[in-house]
């Protein structure tokens, strides 16, 4: 029609002018959020490599725990790092099997029940708890009771980390098709099998790399070790009883002592802290990206 | 059509039919197990609440509710006020917020809407690595590297601004080792980051891509489609993750212990040396005792009421959104 011809020339050129320098800005300041993340994360890992690599040796991580006054070459940080693995391992060992399985119940067993979708809901509000107060709790309900330990801790750690595995766990689950479970009901198998034996093997990849990546974060947490352990300086290689240190507590105890040597010791444990936390999130993503079979 | 489609083949407890009798007991033990480890969560929590309230009723018998509102903290003279740490609390929590909220949501546009997902990758890797980095190594930089570093600022900032009104009033204090409230709400900012990333990616990345389509074709540029688009959909949900980092600031302990400053104070003086909640419990709950330790433990009572109700309330949002997300 004749109207068409009226109309002007639509322009069809990029927006010119003010609308364009708007996104233009839009676009850099976006760059710029993320630079501002750089900087800090560049400052923090610099100072912690280059302070921490030249106290890291051999005498270092097989070196008991010197007197605060001692120089950067003396000693070691041995009875952390050991304390810090076995109060880890024993948390792991107690709260993925949980998370686990409390994962397969909202998944499998809970259906559209309510208490299904209360836990969890409430597992995505333990996430938020904040540590210290996991370390009050234990604490309160078992060092008031049965003293420090090393268990006492990893009773902490597992109560970050169990919530933690819930939640990974369960996005897991959910991936897995049904037309699987459905195929081995139709083989008369029971729940728990097809459960176990079709279900979970079909998640595993995602749920290790989930509880690897709660690992690492509980590895890392200073807090609820701090009433629970007690941080002594000597070697305590039995975890179920007695006061044990970690890495965290005593990088903690370190960081505000004036010699210049327990400060050096400081950042070679934060080192080693970093390494540890390090090490678990790329074992996690070497999970994720070799295994994974299933994903959105 | 929806029933046969929820109905659990396996469940054949509730019928009837007789083979209801032959659900083998190993596979019955395994349902209670996974109830059980599912009713652990519920459990812990409330023990928490229980066991710690228990613990604490010694401070609120001694100072009556006012020991929340009052500013006197000396345990040398038996005086248990909390306010001072709940105020620095508060504060330091909110200038974590106001730093980390707008490179958080711009670094979340960044990755969903600027960025091809082949470099995002990378990017989240990196922003990621802030959270590897544990509370305590933020905490021994912050207090032997950062502080006396940004103390010079803080002094220039301070001598720069005497007189101004409103400014002077938030940035001035003097300040001789560089811990301070803003030190660590800078450091919790960086902390904290990460999540509120990751959640307000999340939410960003359920924008249906018609509407973004709708948006470029009526001729919109990539910044106005973000307005018009992107952000009616994503905004409730990123309310959510920024109660979300609220909360996970609030708790934060060990870091704030050591750049604080460890002094209670209620000042507007954001570059003087405060004190807050987690980080009081974290220092001196190892020289406690009676009802010094039950304030302690009271204060974690606080903390945990107020966490539990910051992130019900985020949790909230956040599920709205996804149901709406999944609505339209």
């Given at each position: 029609?004749?109207?068409?011809?009226?109309?002007?020339?639509?322009?069809?050129?990029?927006?010119?002018g003010?609308r364009?320098?708007?996104?233009?800005?839009?676009?850099?300041?976006?760059?710029v959020?993320f630079a501002?993340?750089?900087?800090?994360?560049g400052?923090?890992?610099?100072?912690v490599i280059?302070?921490?690599?030249?106290?890291?040796?051999?005498?270092?991580?097989?070196?008991?725990?010197?007197?605060?006054?001692?120089?950067?070459?003396?000693?070691?940080?041995?009875?952390?790092?050991?304390?810090t693995?076995?109060?880890?391992?024993?948390?792991?060992?107690?709260?993925?099997?949980?998370g686990?399985?409390?994962?397969?119940?909202?998944?499998?067993?809970?259906?559209?029940?309510?208490?299904a979708?209360v836990?969890?809901?409430?597992a995505?509000?333990?996430t938020?708890?904040?540590?210290i107060?996991?370390?009050?709790?234990?604490?309160?309900?078992?060092v008031?009771?049965?003293?420090?330990s090393?268990?006492?801790?990893a009773?902490?750690?597992a109560?970050?980390?169990l919530?933690?595995?819930?939640?990974?766990?369960?996005?897991?689950?959910?991936?897995?098709?049904?037309?699987?479970?459905?195929?081995?009901?139709a083989?008369?198998?029971?729940?728990?099998?097809?459960?176990l034996?079709?279900v979970?093997?079909?998640?595993?990849a995602?749920?290790?790399?989930?509880?690897?990546?709660?690992?690492?974060?509980?590895?890392?947490e200073?807090?609820?070790?701090l009433?629970?352990?007690?941080?002594?300086?000597a070697?305590?290689?039995?975890?179920?009883?007695?006061?044990t240190?970690?890495?965290?507590?005593?990088?903690?105890?370190?960081?505000?002592?004036?010699?210049v040597?327990?400060?050096?010791?400081?950042?070679?444990?934060?080192l080693?802290l970093?390494?540890?936390?390090?090490?678990?999130?790329?074992?996690?993503?070497?999970?994720?990206?070799?295994?994974?079979?299933?994903?959105? | 059509?929806s029933?046969?489609?929820?109905?659990?083949?396996?469940?054949?407890?509730?019928?009837?039919?007789?083979?209801a009798?032959?659900?083998?007991?190993?596979?019955?033990?395994?349902?209670?197990?996974?109830l059980a480890?599912?009713l652990?969560?519920?459990v812990?929590?409330?023990?928490?609440?229980?066991?710690?309230?228990?613990?604490?009723?010694?401070?609120?018998?001694h100072?009556?509710?006012?020991?929340?509102?009052?500013?006197?903290?000396?345990?040398?003279?038996d005086h248990?006020?909390?306010?001072?740490?709940?105020?620095g609390?508060?504060?330091?929590?909110?200038?974590?917020?106001?730093?980390?909220?707008?490179?958080?949501?711009?670094?979340?546009?960044?990755?969903?809407?600027?960025?091809?997902?082949?470099?995002?990758?990378?990017?989240?890797?990196?922003?990621?690595?802030?959270?590897?980095?544990?509370?305590?190594?933020?905490?021994?930089?912050?207090?032997?590297?950062?502080?006396?570093?940004v103390?010079?600022?803080y002094?220039?900032?301070?001598?720069?601004?005497?007189?101004?009104?409103?400014?002077?009033?938030?940035f001035?204090?003097?300040?001789?080792?560089?811990?301070?409230?803003?030190?660590a709400?800078?450091?919790?900012a960086f902390?904290?980051?990460p999540?509120?990333?990751s959640?307000?990616?999340?939410?960003?990345?359920?924008?249906?891509s018609?509407?973004?389509?709708?948006?470029y074709?009526?001729?919109?540029?990539?910044?106005?489609?973000?307005?018009?688009?992107?952000?009616?959909?994503?905004?409730?949900g990123?309310?959510?993750?920024?109660?979300?980092g609220l909360?996970?600031?609030?708790g934060?302990?060990?870091?704030?212990a050591?750049?604080?400053g460890?002094?209670?104070?209620?000042?507007?003086?954001?570059?003087?040396?405060?004190?807050?909640?987690?980080?009081v419990?974290?220092n001196?709950?190892g020289?406690?005792?009676?009802?010094?330790r039950?304030?302690?433990?009271?204060?974690?009572?606080?903390?945990?009421?107020?966490?539990?109700?910051?992130?019900?309330?985020?949790?909230?949002?956040?599920?709205?959104?996804a149901?709406?997300?999944?609505g339209?």
């Amino acid at each position: 029609m004749a109207i068409a011809a009226e109309q002007p020339g639509v322009d069809l050129r990029e927006p010119a002018g003010w609308r364009r320098t708007k996104n233009k800005i839009a676009t850099v300041l976006m760059w710029v959020a993320f630079a501002a993340v750089l900087v800090p994360l560049g400052f923090v890992l610099y100072t912690v490599i280059s302070k921490g690599a030249p106290i890291i040796s051999g005498q270092f991580l097989t070196g008991s725990i010197p007197p605060n006054i001692m120089p950067a070459n003396f000693g070691g940080m041995a009875p952390a790092i050991i304390g810090t693995l076995e109060i880890t391992a024993l948390a792991a060992v107690m709260a993925i099997p949980l998370g686990v399985l409390g994962a397969v119940y909202i998944n499998e067993y809970g259906g559209n029940r309510v208490l299904a979708r209360v836990i969890g809901f409430m597992a995505d509000v333990m996430t938020g708890v904040p540590s210290i107060v996991m370390g009050l709790f234990i604490f309160t309900i078992w060092v008031l009771h049965f003293g420090y330990s090393g268990l006492a801790g990893a009773f902490a750690l597992a109560c970050l980390m169990l919530p933690l595995v819930i939640r990974s766990s369960y996005e897991m689950l959910r991936l897995v098709p049904d037309s699987l479970r459905e195929a081995s009901y139709a083989l008369g198998a029971t729940k728990a099998r097809v459960t176990l034996t079709v279900v979970l093997p079909a998640a595993i990849a995602g749920i290790i790399s989930g509880a690897l990546l709660a690992v690492a974060r509980a590895s890392g947490e200073t807090a609820p070790l701090l009433f629970t352990i007690f941080t002594v300086e000597a070697t305590n290689s039995n975890v179920f009883s007695g006061a044990t240190t970690a890495l965290p507590n005593q990088i903690f105890a370190n960081a505000s002592q004036p010699y210049v040597g327990a400060q050096a010791r400081g950042w070679g444990a934060a080192l080693t802290l970093i390494a540890i936390a390090f090490i678990f999130m790329i074992a996690a993503r070497v999970s994720t990206a070799r295994f994974t079979r299933y994903s959105r | 059509m929806s029933a046969a489609v929820q109905a659990d083949p396996a469940d054949v407890a509730g019928s009837a039919h007789p083979l209801a009798q032959r659900r083998p007991l190993g596979d019955r033990v395994f349902g209670w197990l996974a109830l059980a480890a599912g009713l652990l969560v519920l459990v812990i929590l409330v023990l928490i609440a229980v066991t710690t309230s228990q613990q604490s009723t010694s401070w609120f018998s001694h100072e009556g509710l006012s020991g929340i509102f009052s500013t006197d903290w000396d345990p040398a003279t038996d005086h248990f006020g909390a306010m001072a740490f709940v105020f620095g609390t508060a504060v330091t929590a909110l200038v974590a917020i106001i730093l980390a909220v707008p490179v958080s949501v711009a670094l979340a546009l960044l990755l969903t809407e600027v960025v091809p997902p082949r470099w995002a990758r990378p990017i989240v890797y990196v922003v990621d690595l802030l959270a590897v980095v544990p509370s305590v190594v933020w905490g021994l930089w912050g207090i032997l590297v950062f502080a006396p570093w940004v103390q010079h600022i803080y002094s220039s900032i301070a001598s720069g601004l005497t007189g101004i009104p409103v400014l002077s009033f938030l940035f001035g204090g003097t300040n001789t080792s560089g811990a301070a409230f803003f030190t660590a709400g800078l450091i919790l900012a960086f902390m904290i980051t990460p999540i509120v990333t990751s959640l307000s990616r999340e939410v960003i990345a359920t924008v249906p891509s018609i509407d973004k389509e709708g948006a470029y074709a009526l001729g919109a540029t990539r910044w106005e489609m973000i307005r018009g688009a992107v952000w009616p959909h994503s905004q409730s949900g990123v309310v959510g993750s920024v109660l979300l980092g609220l909360g996970r600031a609030m708790g934060e302990t060990i870091a704030a212990a050591l750049v604080i400053g460890s002094s209670p104070a209620i000042t507007s003086h954001l570059f003087s040396p405060g004190y807050s909640m987690p980080a009081v419990i974290a220092n001196q709950f190892g020289e406690s005792s009676g009802t010094f330790r039950a304030a302690l433990v009271g204060m974690g009572v606080l903390l945990f009421a107020i966490t539990i109700i910051v992130n019900l309330v985020a949790r909230g949002f956040v599920e709205r959104s996804a149901r709406r997300a999944k609505g339209a």
